[in-house]
């Protein structure tokens, strides 16, 4: 009974999110299904991060065990055959039978894109959150970097949720002006800066919402509503109702997840 | 009667191409039916290109006269509210009545993309055409600059065409490797390399299909089937039976149209 690591990137749009749902079509239901055709039997599928409906992933990893034993170049092949064109398996490898995406990951990454233009793009409107009007990039660089560290972020967790512990460690956080896609209008009014701006940030673990709800906040600095040192007083708060609003799903990217060498290593 | 010059980004996904067409909904169809909500009677639009179903724009140019009298500003407003969110109009300037976007046009870019790695990204499927396998770059570049200059593109036209000549002039015809898309995941086997390719072409004006079919030749030369002088052989035969295959739509974009300075500034 092998067990695979795989590593899957997905166009969020028009799925109910990672995880498996009554109302409506999830990525995990998916790969569960392909995985029911390639192995005559119900197969379970864990994945490193629930993203929420309308969520991408370039990165995410998942994993499962299956009775068949294959090679991991033809488990992705056979699921990239059966899966829509929407998901993609881009790395497969063995792993151990007790490697768990969740509890061993070390550190995630996200994206979060916004467009920063009157006109919002054709090409990017199922990617990107649409802001126009004017932006301090600089600041809202400032006040992410406030993030980096280890803190109590209740602050930055959807209401209603309920986890052991709010402490999570940020190793970076940084606001910028992102490369043009290769796709980018050149969008009235012309500037030699990209409309695309990006927020990363790599941590140990997020809270529910977590990413939005500091984009959310990033943009209340950016628009000049709350200064840079806000960030560092909403914080200390632990107050969700003082954060900025929840930034809409469609701008954020699962980038990737990191996982101790050992076990990467299927060892 | 003011007439207006409007600069259209736009997702072809799912449209029957720019060209009104009883089959489905068209670009053009779009525009009118917008215009005749805002002027109060049908308006007729005319586009610079008519791209084919799928094929994509970032700057198609199209021109229209309204009764009613209006900024451009408000026009470019007006039917950005009206039209669906894969339609945007990105720049507007009054125009002389005698403006034709098609037979004023001095220059025409297209852009063809490519995605050339065994698994294919989730956000480019739309957007690229699937070419798993090597090809050989420098050799599909190699072949693009023979098509520079003034030719008889007669074997690069969709069988079945009738224009006055086939003769056109290629101002920039470039095979290149382009930037990754800020959402590329890093598709296995990782290299440092970009999976997006791209060709990029300049023009006087172009034939029917004529890209399409360029990209399709350039790709037998990119997989060793043809030497890079073929490509010479094939204009000099004007015989669309020996030119390579038709790429498929959905890899191709209008990037923009260019015309004589006194029009654009619409004197």
Redesign the interface.
């Known amino acids: 009974m092998p067990t695979f690591k795989i590593t899957v ?3 969020g749009t028009g799925f109910v999110g990672w995880q498996r749902q009554a109302n409506g079509v999830s990525i995990q239901a998916q790969i569960e299904e392909a995985l029911r055709e390639l192995d005559g039997r119900d197969v379970t599928v864990i994945g490193a991060g629930r993203t929420d409906a309308g969520v ?1 992933a ?2 995410q990893v998942a994993a499962f065990t299956i009775a068949r034993t294959l090679e991991s170049a033809a488990v ?1 092949r056979a699921l ?1 055959g059966r899966l829509p ?7 497969a490898e063995e792993a151990p039978a007790a490697f768990h995406p969740r509890f061993d990951a070390r550190a995630k990454t996200y ?1 979060y ?1 916004l467009w920063n233009a009157e ?5 990017e ?1 199922d ?1 990107t959150w649409h802001l126009p009007g004017r932006l301090d990039i600089e600041a809202m660089d400032a006040a992410a970097r406030l993030l980096e560290g280890r803190h109590d972020f209740a602050a930055f967790q959807a209401t209603g949720s309920s986890v052991a512990t709010t402490e999570r460690e940020i190793f970076e956080s940084v606001f910028r002006i ?2 043009p ?8 009014p012309r500037t030699s800066q990209s409309q ?1 701006l ?1 927020y990363e940030v790599a941590g140990s673990g997020f809270l529910r919402h977590m990413v939005r709800i500091i984009v959310g906040s990033l943009v209340e600095v950016g628009r000049g509503r709350q200064p840079v040192d806000w960030i560092g007083r909403v914080i200390a708060a632990r107050d969700r109702t003082l954060a900025g609003p929840t930034a809409p799903a469609q701008g954020l ?1 699962l980038v990737g997840v990191e996982y101790a060498a050992a076990l990467a290593a299927g060892s």
């Open positions: 990137a997905y166009d991408h370039l990165g992705a990239n064109p929407a998901i993609r398996v881009i790395a994206r894109q006109v919002m793009s054709p090409f409107r990617y992102s490369e896609a290769p796709r980018t209008p050149h969008l009235a695309l990006c990217f």
